[in-house]
């Protein structure tokens, strides 16, 4: 079993819907990463959170450190946020997530 | 300012050969990390520095696999007597401060392809 699970794998959306990709993990953390990799395979650190709830813009990311969870929400999704998130989390090292691939149809 | 810059962007070598990557951190930052996406694979660590600590090596997949940071600054990664499963995109990041308060700063990351 991964020490970090990201659900689903692959999610598909309407322009406008709002879209939740979830990420558990097993292990001790001091923090817990967001990341965005567009096709051209440039990453982007969207989040890091150790507690509670950020906001930026029309993403939401949230951890739950007693269930070991993690949501990052994008509300009114467009075709531009597709790309894969992947959850990372930071132990003494960051250990990633096999990622999520979100397409966005217009 | 400059982000984390990494080259060469794409290298194509013969099995058996040395390469060398270079990464050049954003100035002022002491943590560097090393990753690797395989074709079809998630990030994987391989090594991280943190000023001038001794680094940590853990994620380095074998003995073939080195690299150091010079003046707290450029890292270099050589991987000796490539294998065709070195294959991947060598991925540099670095961040203000390491460990849980340091958000990290991706480079474009170098293409290796080895024939």
């Known amino acids: 079993k991964n020490e970090v699970e990201q659900s689903p794998q692959n999610l598909t959306a309407q322009e406008g819907e709002f879209i939740t990709i979830n990420c558990s993990y097993s292990?001790?953390?001091?923090?817990l990463h967001w990341l965005q990799q567009h096709p051209g395979g440039g990453i982007v650190s969207l989040f890091m959170?150790?507690?509670g709830k950020k906001k930026h813009g029309r993403l939401i990311a949230t951890i739950n450190i007693q269930e070991k969870h993690s949501s990052l929400h994008i509300t009114a999704s467009h075709p531009r946020d597709s790309a894969v998130y992947i959850c990372?989390?930071?132990?003494?090292?960051?250990?990633f997530g096999t990622g999520t691939r979100l397409q966005v149809f217009p | 300012g400059a982000g984390v810059s990494q080259s060469p962007s794409n290298k194509v070598t013969e099995k058996g050969k040395d390469v060398e990557l270079r990464c050049d951190p954003i100035?002022?930052?002491?943590?560097l990390y090393w990753y690797r996406q395989s074709l079809g694979q998630g990030l994987e660590f391989l090594i991280y520095?943190?000023?001038?600590?001794?680094?940590?090596k853990s994620g380095l997949p074998s003995d073939r696999f080195s690299a150091e940071r010079t003046g707290g600054s450029v890292s270099t990664l050589t991987i000796q007597r490539t294998q065709q499963e070195d294959s991947a995109v060598y991925l540099c990041?670095?961040?203000?401060?390491?460990?849980?308060?340091?958000?990290?700063?991706f480079g474009p990351g170098t293409r290796l392809t080895v024939l």
């Open positions: 990041a670095s961040s203000f401060t390491g460990g849980a308060a340091g958000e990290q700063f």
């Open positions: 292990v001790g953390i001091s923090a």
């Open positions: 959170l150790s507690s």
């Open positions: 990372a989390v930071d132990t003494d090292k960051l250990i």
């Open positions: 100035s002022g930052h002491t943590a």
């Open positions: 520095f943190q000023g001038n600590s001794a680094p940590d």
